[in-house]
Structures are given as structure tokens and as C-alpha cells.
């Protein structure tokens, strides 16, 4: 936007109403240009207020407030101590205790379940806090920052796209660019992806990964290296406009991927087990001053193994487990640390806001209490599947492009030290305490100091306003919005001991659920990280309460609600009258029911059961397929068939951690349904096909009786059937973030039967049709109807 008062004052134009109107000349109109009185003001571009500095928010992933070295853990974090070091600690700053609602919080400045992200997006249901839809009452912070003036760019991760909106179609509204006001996206959309063999948008559109794992490619390094760019590119050509880049690597989200070198920093490290990591990382922490000397560590629970306990043939994988995941984490900072050394490299570091948040909740437990050489299959709820044996044979692999994994309960609990609990758990310190690092050199004067006032994620926004000198608009794109609901924190900035302002903050995930107000806590623990499948048949109202007095009691230890009940009772009322206020109520514990569209009221991209695709089609993911899970189902393609016989992939979901692939192999259709990477089942058929079009069909006939359970595959051509074979079992949620194109696969290969990039189908796909818990007793297709159904989609 230009312009005739497009300066940092605006000409006296103010900033509450977004877009900032236009001025109309109201001067005389000449009829010559040449008149020597037919002047106007020069256009100038809209900045901001002067003094408004860039904005770098770095969000990490999955981290617990005791991993960092930066607050006291056992992983080096040089970039954060390094910020620290010339800015402050933030020691008592919370998140929402998981991914998609701290980033919505933390990019709207307002709840989470406000902004309808009362859990992940893959979870939305009807209810209003839930929905994962964003009220265009409450305009994200990078809007509100480009209208007035700033340039934007979000590199990493997005997992705030209704998954209804992520196909090829969109709409984009709420995707990073253009919807959610970011100028520039480079990253993935979803919950996590491989780091090896990512899937990837730039902006709306689909990109491939430079390189493979082979050639030096991993997702982190490609993540700072579009940042480091777009930062230097931005303040080349534009640099008297201030930035804001949002940089939120995937990192350290399970899976748990880094180069080897990295994690054989740490070899030997965590011999002794994760009770002796705790002790010794809450002793580092009260040394460093980030927990009060009087401060006591937290028991841990007995539903979480002790070291000694854990099976002597597991120790091995244990250990590397926290190995892989310490370099991952030490790899993520150090490509933090390029993206920083960039904006030092252009001379704009000293006049950059950082925040630096170590962590969007506390640590994961989702890795079963032995962990996980293929995280998909813990949360598919079928951790049964791997034995001791199978972990120790997959120990070289772990962390590699051939592995998915995730480390045991046990080190994510220690990742929280000092506190309770890990991710996901709303109600305790250990699923929503993240240390957080803020450096402004040209802001404020203290270096090097520890700030301990209570501040929430919801404060980042209206921090980043203060700073910059920018309202909180009261119209944005004509529409009236909601007040901003976090504090901003610059109060704190050069003084230590300022009474905190932050003082009441409800927490929910799950229905473990929480209140805080000046001081005090009042929590309840509903369900537990790694149930994963069903709730905890618990009802809500039987719920154990727990009262905290934070002013004598840092890390929630010592339950005084027997010694106060009047005041537990008065929390608790507290905690309804704000669960209400931001649309918390209904509470819903439930998991695998909000997934499914007919349950939990979301939207369904592929309503009905049948669907067809066409050549060209791609960046489609699972969630874009007719749901065929735990049901029979049939794919259906039509193909021409060169001379010499067809090769190559004609559809395929999931990848090398899971999935499945229809293809021609030496001419002959083939079936490979791939469980979680721990075996593959092939069906095939016994001839190749003939020259000329053919209808080619994969059909399965499960076996039914709950979740996961097997099925009869049998292959037709034309009708006739040509083969058939066994899958014992299948995996009942999902596969995961893989792309899926019609005609091939992606770098993730399903199957090692054809090579990575080079397997596109060589013949002609006319259409493929996926029918969903239907039985044609022709095995064939009427191709009128598939025309039909591409047209208008039953």
C-alpha cells in the first residue's frame, strides 16, 4: 500500500481501523500537469511508528522446561544462552500444553480456545471452542503488523489450518500466506513431518526437497537456510522496513531425526538413566537461579517407570533414544544460531525484539514407556507390536531416514524437570512451563538477568504491539474485534521486581484443566499423554483436585488442598467462570471419536463413500481420501498399457514408516500394504497385463471386529481375478503427513520394490476410484459413472 501520507506518523491518520484508509487529495484540480501549481505530495510508502523494531519469534517444538542448557538441562543450547546472555530469562512463561492452540494463542494474543483451537486441528468438533476455525473478530498479529507496514515471513511449521482447508484447493484463508498475514511461507502444514523427507509448501504450493538424506538434506538446515535468505533479501531491498519472521522449525516434534554426528555428541551422556538426569538437572537449575533454592523436585508418578526398573535387554535403546534427541536438540539451536548470525550479519540484530520460546508445551510422552522406533505406532495405540528384541535390532537405524522414532516416558518427564508431568498435561507445570529468552538491546537496557513474573503465550502479541507503537486495532477489514486477552510484558523488561500483571490464566487440554490466579494453583490430571485410543473413563466431576501456593511452593509439590478447601473450592468456581468465558465448556476428553467427521461435526473434505481422482492431481495428503479405514474397500483405476508392459506407481498412501501402494511391477499389478515399516505384505497378480486399456482393481475385504484388525486382498484385471493374499493387521488412524500423487510415489517410498523419484507409472491412468465399505459383485466399473462422480462427487 502507497500512500500521499503513507510515513510513520501517517499525517495524523490513526492506526485503529486496518487497512489505514487512504487520504483523497482534496486540493484544486488542474487542467494541465506541466501548471506550475499542480503539485501533490510524493507517495510514500506505508511504515510503521518510528522506532518499531524487526521481530524474530522463534518457536521450538515439543521441548520441556528442563532439556535446554539454558535452564539448567543436559543439552547444549549455545544460541539461547547466547540471547540470554544479552537479554533476559523468562522463567515462568506457559504455553497451552500442545501444538496447534499455542500457536494460535501465541499468534493472536488471544486463548486458545478464543481463537476455536481448544486442541489440535485434526481433532476439531462443532463446538465453538473447538472448531479450529479462527474468528475473523480476532486478526492475527502478522496482519495486524503487514497493514501496518512491516514485511512478513512464517518459515516452519503451520498447524493451524482447519484440515478441511489443507488440500490443493483450499480455500487459504487461514493458511500462512496469504490468510494468516504472512507475506512469505516455506514449510510444511500439519502436526510434524519427516525431517528427511519432508512435505512441503511454498506459500500454496507444493515444492520437493532440495536434496535427499544422502546428498546433505534435512529439514531444520533447509528451514534457516529460507529464512537466512528471505531475511537478506527483505533488508537489501527494503531497508528502512522493519521485519517480522516467525520461525517455528518442526523440531524437536517426534520424529525424532538428525544427522548421526550430532547425536554421538551426547554418546555415554545418559548412561545412568532418567531419574539420576533428574536430580542432576535440578541441581544445575537451582545453581543457574532459573528454579529458587528452597525449590523442591517433584515426585515422579508411579504410572512412569523408574531406570531400574526398565528392562535390562532395553537399556541400550534407552540410552540412544535420549542420545538421537538431545543432538536433535542441539542441532535445532545451532540453525536458530544461523538465523540469528544472518540478522547480525545485515546490522539489525541490536534493533531486533527476540523471542526465543524453548518449547510450544512441555516434552512429549506420546512415545509409550519404552519408546518407539516408529512413532506412528504408538499413536496408532498398538505399541504391543514392539518387542524388546525388535528394539534392539532396530538400534542402529534409530534416528536415520529408515527410522520414525520417539524416546521412552520416561526421558520426557525428566525433559520437564523440576515439574510434573510432560505434554498434553494442561493442568501441571510440566506440560505448559517453557523457558523463554527475550533480547532487545535497543529496547532495554538489562543483560543477562532473570525475570520470574507469570506471563502466558496469549502475551506475545500484544508485547510485539507495545514495542512496536501499534494499537490493537478496533476494525480489521471492516470487522469489529475482539479485545486482545494477553498482558503486555515490557513493564518487566527493565524491572526485576515489577508486580506481575498476567495474574489469573485458566489452562485446558483434554480436560486436564487448571487455573492460576496471583499465586495459587488449582489442577486436575483428567487423562494421561500416552493413552491414546479411548478416553480414561473417568467423568470429569470425579476428578481429583490438587492446590498449590506458587509463592512457597515453585514446582507444584506439596498438595494443600485438604489444608484449604475454601480456597481450592474458590479456584475452582474461578476456573468455570473463565472456562465459560472462553468457550472451554463442553469439556471433551475424547481422542479417536473427533477424528471422524460424522462424530465430532467438522467438516469432510471426501463426504460419501467414493471418490475419484485424475491424472495430474497431487500435494494430496491421507486426509484428502475417502476414509477407507477398518472398512472393506476397493481401488479401481483404468490404464493403458504400453508395448513391453507398465511399471510404476498408480496410487499410494503413507510412506516408508506406513502405508500402501498400488503399482505395476515387471507388468503385473501389485499390492504392498506396509505395517508401520515392520513388515510389508504383497499381493500380486500372476500374469502381467496385455498391451491395450485395462481396468486394473485392488480390492479388500476385511475381516471387521474393532480397529486395525485384517482383511483379504484380491487383485482383478477387467473383472477377472488374478491374484489375492493376506494382511494380518492394519493401522487404524493414520499414516501420517505423505504425500500422495496420482501416478507416483514420493521420496518416501512405501516399498523398497521401486526406486525413490524414478517411479512414475509408464503407461496411461485414465482415472482412479476408491469405493469405501461397498461390495461390486462385478469387480468392475462403469466408466460413465466414474465421470459422473468426478463431476459432482457422490
Not at 500512500?3 to 499525517?11: F, I, K, Q, V
Not at 484463508?173 to 502436526?191: A, I, L, T
Request: charged fraction near 20%.
Amino acid at each position: 500500500m502507497s500512500t500521499a501520507n503513507g510515513s510513520s506518523d501517517l499525517g495524523g491518520i490513526g492506526r485503529h481501523v486496518l487497512p489505514i484508509p487512504n487520504e483523497k487529495y482534496t486540493g484544486t484540480v488542474l487542467y494541465d500537469a506541466k501548471d506550475p501549481d499542480a503539485r501533490y505530495a510524493p507517495l510514500r510508502p506505508l511504515r510503521p511508528p518510528a522506532g518499531a523494531p524487526n521481530v524474530l519469534i522463534v518457536l521450538l517444538d515439543d521441548v520441556g522446561f528442563g532439556a535446554s542448557s539454558t535452564f539448567g538441562g543436559p543439552i547444549a543450547t549455545p544460541t539461547a544462552q547466547r540471547l540470554a546472555d544479552d537479554g533476559l530469562k523468562y522463567t515462568r512463561f506457559h504455553t497451552t500444553a500442545l501444538c496447534s492452540p499455542t500457536r494460535a494463542a501465541l499468534l493472536t494474543g488471544r486463548n486458545h480456545h478464543t481463537v476455536g483451537m481448544g486442541s489440535i486441528t485434526e481433532m476439531a468438533t462443532a463446538a465453538p471452542g473447538y472448531t479450529s476455525v479462527r474468528p475473523d473478530t480476532c486478526a492475527p498479529l502478522a496482519d495486524v503488523l503487514r497493514l501496518n507496514g512491516y514485511a512478513t515471513a512464517h518459515v516452519g511449521k503451520c498447524h493451524e489450518v482447519p484440515i478441511w482447508e489443507t488440500s490443493p484447493v483450499g480455500p487459504f484463508d487461514r493458511w500462512p500466506s496469504p490468510g494468516n498475514g504472512f507475506e512469505y511461507f516455506y514449510g510444511f502444514v500439519g502436526g510434524e513431518t519427516d525431517q528427511w523427507y519432508p512435505t512441503l509448501h511454498e506459500g500454496t504450493t507444493r515444492v520437493e526437497p532440495w536434496g535427499t538424506p544422502e546428498e546433505g538434506y534435512h529439514l531444520t538446515e533447509d528451514l534457516a537456510d529460507k529464512a537466512i535468505a528471505w531475511v537478506r533479501q527483505q533488508t537489501a531491498l527494503t531497508p528502512d522496513k522493519p521485519f517480522f519472521l516467525y520461525f517455528a522449525p518442526g523440531a524437536t516434534h517426534a520424529p525424532h531425526h538428525v544427522p548421526k554426528e550430532w547425536a554421538d555428541r551426547y554418546r555415554g551422556r545418559f548412561d545412568d538413566g532418567w531419574d539420576v538426569l533428574r536430580e542432576r538437572t535440578f541441581a544445575r537449575q537451582k545453581k543457574l537461579g532459573v528454579v529458587p533454592a528452597d525449590a523442591e523436585l517433584t515426585r515422579r508418578h508411579d504410572v512412569i517407570p523408574a531406570w531400574e526398573d526398565m528392562d535390562e535387554l532395553l537399556l541400550p535403546v534407552l540410552r540412544r533414544q535420549m542420545e538421537n534427541y538431545a543432538g536433535f536438540l542441539e542441532h535445532t539451536d545451532h540453525q536458530v544460531g544461523r538465523v540469528v548470525d544472518a540478522i547480525e550479519q545485515v546490522g539489525a540484530l541490536d534493533d531486533t525484539l527476540v523471542f526465543y520460546v524453548i518449547g510450544d508445551n512441555g516434552a512429549s510422552a506420546e512415545g509409550t514407556l519404552q519408546g518407539t522406533s516408529n512413532e506412528l505406532i504408538s499413536l496408532n495405540g498398538m505399541a504391543d507390536i514392539e518387542t524388546p528384541e525388535f528394539l534392539v535390532g532396530q538400534l542402529d537405524k534409530l534416528g536415520g531416514p529408515e527410522s520414525s522414532p520417539h524416546y521412552a516416558v520416561g526421558w520426557a518427564h525428566a525433559m520437564d524437570t523440576p515439574y510434573q508431568w510432560a505434554k498434553q498435561v494442561a493442568s501441571h507445570w510440566g506440560g505448559t512451563r517453557n523457558g523463554t529468552v527475550v533480547r532487545w538491546p535497543n529496547g532495554f537496557d538489562a543483560r543477562g538477568e532473570i525475570r520470574e513474573q507469570f506471563h502466558h503465550v496469549v502475551d506475545v502479541a500484544p508485547t510485539v504491539l507495545a514495542a512496536a507503537r501499534i494499537p490493537a486495532p478496533t476494525t480489521v477489514n471492516g470487522i469489529r474485534q475482539d479485545p486482545i486477552e494477553g498482558i503486555d510484558m515490557t513493564y518487566s523488561f527493565d524491572d526485576a521486581v515489577a508486580p506481575e500483571r498476567h495474574v489469573t490464566q485458566y489452562f485446558e487440554m483434554f480436560g486436564n484443566r487448571g487455573i492460576y490466579h496471583r499465586g495459587w494453583s488449582a489442577v486436575t490430571k483428567h487423562r494421561t499423554p500416552w493413552q491414546i485410543l479411548g478416553g480414561t473413563g473417568i467423568a470429569f466431576d470425579d476428578d481429583v483436585w490438587e492446590l498449590y501456593d506458587g509463592t512457597t511452593d515453585w514446582t507444584q509439590a506439596r498438595d494443600l488442598s485438604t489444608e484449604h478447601p475454601d480456597r481450592l473450592h474458590e479456584l475452582q468456581r474461578l476456573f468455570l467462570i473463565e472456562a465459560t468465558r472462553h468457550n472451554v465448556l463442553p469439556l471433551d476428553d475424547r481422542t479417536f471419536e473427533r477424528v471422524l467427521p460424522g462424530i465430532s461435526g467438522k467438516p469432510s473434505l471426501v463426504p460419501g463413500n467414493r471418490q475419484v481422482l485424475l491424472p495430474g492431481m497431487e500435494a494430496l495428503l491421507e486426509m484428502h481420501i475417502v476414509n477407507w479405514r477398518n472398512r472393506s474397500w476397493a481401488l479401481t483405476a483404468q490404464v493403458g498399457v504400453p508395448d513391453g508392459g507398465a511399471h510404476g506407481v498408480i496410487l499410494n498412501l503413507g510412506g516408508h514408516a506406513g502405508g500402501w501402494s498400488f503399482y505395476f511391477r515387471e507388468g503385473r499389478p501389485t499390492f504392498c500394504y506396509n505395517l508401520f515399516g515392520l513388515e510389508r505384505s504383497y499381493i500380486r497378480a500372476t500374469e502381467p497385463v496385455p498391451t491395450g486399456t485395462h481396468q486394473v482393481r485392488s480390492e479388500f475385504a476385511y475381516d471387521g471386529g474393532g480397529l486395525g484388525k485384517g482383511g483379504t486382498v484380491t487383485l482383478f484385471v477387467d473383472g477377472a481375478a488374478v491374484g489375492s493374499g493376506r494382511i494380518e493387521r492394519t493401522e487404524p488412524i493414520g499414516f501420517g503427513y505423505e504425500y500422495t500423487d496420482v501416478g507416483r510415489d514420493s521420496l518416501s517410498t512405501v516399498t523398497p520394490e521401486y526406486p525413490r523419484g524414478d517411479n512414475a507409472f509408464t503407461g496411461r491412468i485414465d482415472w482412479v476410484q476408491i469405493d469405501a465399505g461397498e461390495d461390486d459383485h462385478d469387480h468392475l466399473v462403469d466408466p460413465a459413472d466414474v465421470v459422473r462422480v468426478a463431476m459432482y462427487r457422490q
